[in-house]
């Protein structure tokens, strides 16, 4: 079993500055300004894939690619994604590829509930996700965003009751959270940043904006 490691540790490897820790792993975003020079980025990393990496989500857009190095559900990220990491961004070079790693994030919905297990059984349903855990959904595709559950004490009918979670880079938090207020929202609350700032549209639903530091 490969050993853990935290998600400062991973950032302080060398060779992975494309790369940035988000909800559910790590995730590099790479320019590669066609679909022919992005289909040539897929097919080295389907050959690393071949021989050292265990399956990256790649999406594969008109401009860009993105890529996902999934976290282990039980043991988080290990020294071996950032092996992964590491020759994928070799592989780009190679092609004349730059990365932006201000161009990735993780969407979550999250749900508050009363009887969390009831709720989130018709999710579960309607969506068609997996569980995982006690507290998630998953899109077995991954396509969708997840899906969290919180567990609420009483009722609150003065205040919605899903809200969404972007999990942005941790050197993108102050700077989303300052493009939402300018777009018209407000911060509820910035008691627990940086891991996460609360914020409000003008009607008062809500986003946490998130990131790695602190958790």
């Given amino acids: 079993m490969t050993e853990s490691i935290t998600p400062q540790q991973f950032h302080e490897a060398d060779g992975v500055e494309d790369w940035r820790v ?23 990393i389907g050959v ?3 021989a050292v990496i265990s399956g990256p989500d790649i999406d594969l857009r008109p401009t860009a690619v993105t890529v996902w190095l999934r976290a282990d559900e039980v043991s988080g990220l290990s020294q071996r994604d ?11 070079r190679i092609l004349g590829v730059p990365a932006d790693p201000s161009a990735v994030q993780h969407v979550q919905v999250t749900v508050d509930a009363l009887v969390t297990p009831e709720v989130r059984a018709f999710w579960r349903a309607v969506l068609g996700y997996r569980e995982v855990g006690e507290e998630d959904l ?5 396509r969708g965003p997840s899906f969290w559950f919180q567990e609420m004490d009483a009722p609150r009918p003065q205040r919605n009751r899903l809200h969404v979670d972007v999990y942005v ?3 993108q938090g102050e700077a989303r959270v300052a493009a ?21 549209d003008a009607e008062g639903n809500e986003a946490c904006v998130g990131t790695w530091l602190g958790r």
Avoid: K
Avoid at 22 to 44: K, M
Avoid at 82 to 92: D, F, H, L, M, T
Avoid at 138 to 142: E, N, Q, R, S, V
């Fill in 48 to 50: 690393l894939a071949d």
């Fill in 22 to 44: 988000l909800a559910n792993g790590v995730a590099a975003h790479f320019r590669t300004g066609s679909y022919p020079g992005g289909v040539q980025l897929v097919d080295a």
């Fill in 180 to 200: 939402a207020i300018a777009a018209g929202g407000h911060l509820v609350t910035d008691q627990h940043a940086p891991s996460w700032w609360v914020l409000a």
């Fill in 82 to 92: 950032v092996e992964a990491a590491r020759q994928i961004s070799a592989a780009a």
């Fill in 138 to 142: 998953l899109d077995p595709h991954a």
């Fill in 169 to 171: 880079p941790h050197d």
